[in-house]
T-cell receptor, first 111, second 113 residues
Framework: DAGVIQSPRHEVTEMGQEVTLRCKPI?????LFWYRQTMMRGLELLIY????????DSGMPEDRFSAKMPNASFSTLKIQPSEPRDSAVYFC?????????FGSGTRLTVV | SQQGEEDPQALSIQEGENATMNCSYK?????LQWYRQNSGRGLVHLIL?????REKHSGRLRVTLDTSKKSSSLLITASRAADTASYFC?????????????FGQGTTLQVKP
């Protein structure tokens, strides 16, 4: 089991550019979560999906953020246009009734 | 708003000593979980305690839960330098039926060799 796979591991982009973060959850996990981690705000839940359906996106900071889960094995988090304050580590996690598994995260730097 | 708050924010101890971290939360929960995060890495699940449990052990870890006080503690016994990491509590609220976890701000533990 390769665990939750996120790509890219690191992303440096210029302000105004579109950024797409990718996540492959563990096969058989029916829930998927996107978190953002910063020093100032800690770990924030952005959005989560249950059986590929978005359940709660109240944590998404602005309309510039969007997330999709077209099938059970893939999800994306998109920021368009990106801003320097979006710089953070973005984690994807998937879960079943036995527990959560986190990916290694994508460190995003917007300059 | 944060569901969990942890204290202390930072803890520095000598190898071999015990480390205790505390977590308080606000709403009724299904379970409370503790995670560990090494610098620059993802979160690793350590232990889960359900709302009807009061204490749980896993190796050198001991977790307690007091639902009347809405608090939990994580004790690491006989600490090692390799235990240096940040530790987070996370709660699965009763109002959430999809396992949505809300994390505390974490405790940064440094174990000096």
């Amino acid at each position: 089991d390769a665990g939750v796979i996120q790509s890219p591991r690191h992303e440096v982009t210029e302000m105004g550019q579109e950024v797409t973060l990718r996540c492959k959850p563990i096969s058989g996990h029916n829930s998927l979560f996107w978190y953002r981690q910063t020093m100032m705000r800690g770990l924030e839940l952005l959005i989560y999906f249950n059986n590929n359906v978005p359940i709660d996106d109240s944590g998404m900071p602005e309309d510039r953020f969007s997330a999709k889960m077209p099938n059970a094995s893939f999800s994306t988090l998109k920021i368009q246009p990106s801003e320097p304050r979006d710089s953070a580590v973005y984690f994807c996690a998937s879960s079943n009734r036995f527990g959560y598994t986190f990916g290694s995260g994508t460190r995003l730097t917007v300059v | 708003s944060q569901q969990g708050e942890e204290d202390p924010q930072a803890l520095s101890i000598q190898e071999g000593e015990n480390a205790t971290m505390n977590c308080s939360y606000k709403t009724s929960i299904n379970n409370l979980q503790w995670y560990r995060q090494n610098s620059g890495r993802g979160l690793v699940h350590l232990i889960l305690i359900r709302s009807n449990e009061r204490e749980k052990h896993s190796g050198r870890l001991r977790v307690t839960l007091d639902t009347s006080k809405k608090s939990s503690s994580l004790l690491i016994t006989a600490s090692r330098a390799a235990d240096t990491a940040s530790y987070f509590c996370a709660t699965d609220a009763v109002t959430s039926n999809t396992g949505k976890l809300i994390f505390g701000q974490g405790t940064t533990l440094q174990v000096k060799p």
